[in-house]
């Protein structure tokens, strides 16, 4: 598709499990951003991947989440030993951008994570 | 460094005018805004860069001081289509990082 592919759509899952999450960018995109959105708040930074540079994870809350980004394109992101606290919904977005976050970001639809 | 946005919601009925307010305590590179409808992805509208340039395709103004380090969304002549919740998102220099607002929830009534 033309636009930034996220899934699962939604994920529910008992505290204590490992849930990944993928996100497939726009062709061509070589910046891309994690966000996480709970009930109800603003977008909160996760993490961001430019091309080959070393991914900026100064928003990951704890060693739980990691992320990566295999080949430029595809990312996943992990969350270990999941708590009721990560329910929230995990957007992925994407740029074209090469400069300092000179272009607009397109989001995907998001993965909504329960976690009972 | 997250932007502090005001009002956190406004109601307004269609026709009426309204501004939210984005502040940085940090000198600001950039500002981007998205709205976002209930229960769909962000969808933006405008980025203002350091030196007054502006990239944006709604008919929605905004303008950018970097004096002040703040940047104010205009919505003028509300429709029923701008309700939604505008987040503005901050970058600085030397920071890929885009960090946003708590967000404004805006509510055009007819």
């Known amino acids: 598709g033309a636009g930034v592919s996220q899934s699962p759509s939604n994920k529910v899952t008992e505290k204590g499990k490992d849930v990944e999450l993928r996100c497939d960018p726009i062709s061509g995109h070589t910046a891309l951003y994690w966000y996480r959105q709970s009930l109800g708040q603003g977008l909160e930074f996760l993490i961001y991947?430019?091309?080959?540079?070393?991914?900026?994870k100064s928003g990951l809350p704890s060693d739980r989440f990691s992320a990566e980004r295999t080949g430029g394109s595809v990312s996943t992101l992990t969350i270990q030993r999941t708590q009721q606290e990560d329910s929230a919904v995990y957007l992925c977005?994407?740029?074209?951008?090469?400069?300092?976050?000179?272009?607009?970001?397109?989001f995907g639809e998001g993965s909504r994570l329960t976690v009972l | 460094q997250q932007p502090v946005q005001s009002p956190q919601a406004v109601i307004l009925r269609e026709g009426e005018d309204a501004v939210i307010n984005c502040s940085s305590s940090k000198a600001l590179y950039s500002v981007h805004w998205y709205r976002q409808k209930h229960g769909e992805a962000p969808v933006f509208l405008m980025i203002l860069l350091k030196g007054g340039e502006q990239k944006g395709h709604e008919k929605i103004s905004a303008s950018f001081n970097e004096k002040k380090q703040q940047s104010s969304l205009y919505l003028t002549a509300s429709q029923l289509s701008y309700s939604g919740t505008y987040f503005c998102g901050t970058g600085f220099s030397n920071d890929y990082k885009l960090s946003f607002g708590a967000g404004t929830t805006v509510t055009v009534r007819a």
């Open positions: 977005a994407s740029t074209s951008n090469l400069g300092q976050h000179t272009g607009e970001l397109f």
């Open positions: 991947f430019q091309g080959n540079s070393a991914p900026d």
